[in-house]
């Protein structure tokens, strides 16, 4: 088991899209139901996720999040994580930057989802100077937690859709860690035609593990903050990091299964409500592996 231990509690800076689950509205219930209180800095609100809609309204709230975060400074805010996602505007990059020197300590998790694109593209509302920025930002990251499609980007590596190799996947993990993260994690992973999962590092101990399921087919949207949500909520409640991903890559898979079954649109975002439930079972039980620990 990981011997570090965090406060259950995270500031979340992610966009705001009203409908079509994601970022907020996937990453408050998911950590809420692993017992890690939220607190929400949106970057945009958006009427719909970008994917697959048209004629979407889109609200940038660069000029509030600075004085958001200084409002929780101002009364003594902290948080046992920071857990940045999708950015509204190349600004906003080194606004994270200086929230982490606001609340960052020696106890603090900092995870970074450089949420840009997927399929090889960039997402509409990205500029390549705004892409290129989430590299910078990657640096400052404990936790990287990007796609294929954003981890080539950001390492400079032509976009390949897989199935992968051993060592390429080592390769991207590794070439995320020598930016400075401790740990990386890479959604989109798989070794052959009809799986697919994650794979995750540590660079402290220099090894990598993959954890694959049954791929469904089809593309779902809001699945990577799904994933990501859940990672952090297990790497909080004290689970290794393979742990934490195998948990991850278990509640997306669980999550897409349902999705698949009941709903025509995947634009409507995933079906993961019924199984937060057995999330929060998983992560009670890790808790308490943490306590029993630390009393002996």
């Not at 954890?211 to 297990?234: C, K, W």
Request: hydrophobic share 40%; proline share 4%.
């Amino acid at each position: 088991m990981q011997s570090n231990t965090y406060d259950l509690s995270c500031a979340a800076i992610h966009d705001l899209s009203g409908f079509g689950k994601c970022s907020l509205t996937v990453a408050l219930p998911v950590l809420s139901a692993c017992g890690v209180e939220t607190s929400a800095l949106p970057t945009a609100v958006l009427s719909t996720h970008t994917g697959g809609f048209v004629n979407f309204t889109y609200r940038d709230l660069t000029a509030d999040v600075l004085p958001m975060a200084r409002h929780w400074q101002s009364f003594g805010a902290q948080f046992g994580a920071v857990y940045s996602g999708f950015l509204g505007s190349e600004e906003q990059i080194g606004m994270v930057e200086e929230i982490l020197q606001m609340f960052r300590t020696p106890r603090t998790l900092v995870l970074v989802d450089p949420v840009m694109g997927d399929g090889g593209k960039l997402y509409q509302t990205y500029t390549p100077a705004m892409a290129d920025g989430m590299g910078r930002l990657c640096r400052r990251a404990d936790v990287v937690a990007p796609n294929m499609t954003e981890a080539c980007h950001i390492l400079g590596l032509p976009y390949d859709p897989g199935p992968y190799t051993e060592g390429f996947l080592l390769q991207v993990l590794q070439g995320l860690c020598d930016l400075g993260p401790r740990m990386a994690v890479l959604t989109g992973a798989c070794l052959r035609e009809g799986e697919l999962g994650a794979a995750c590092y540590d660079a402290q101990t220099g090894e990598m593990r993959l954890s694959v399921r049954e791929q469904i087919p089809g593309f779902f949207h809001g699945t990577g903050d799904l994933f990501a949500s859940t990672l952090l909520g297990g790497l909080l409640n004290g689970m290794a990091l393979e742990d934490a991903c195998d948990t991850a890559v278990e509640f997306t898979h669980r999550t897409i299964v349902t999705t698949a079954e009941k709903r025509v649109d995947s634009r409507f975002g995933p079906m993961f409500e019924g199984h937060l439930g057995w999330l929060s079972g998983v992560m009670e039980k890790a808790r308490s592996i943490l306590l029993q620990s630390a009393e002996k």
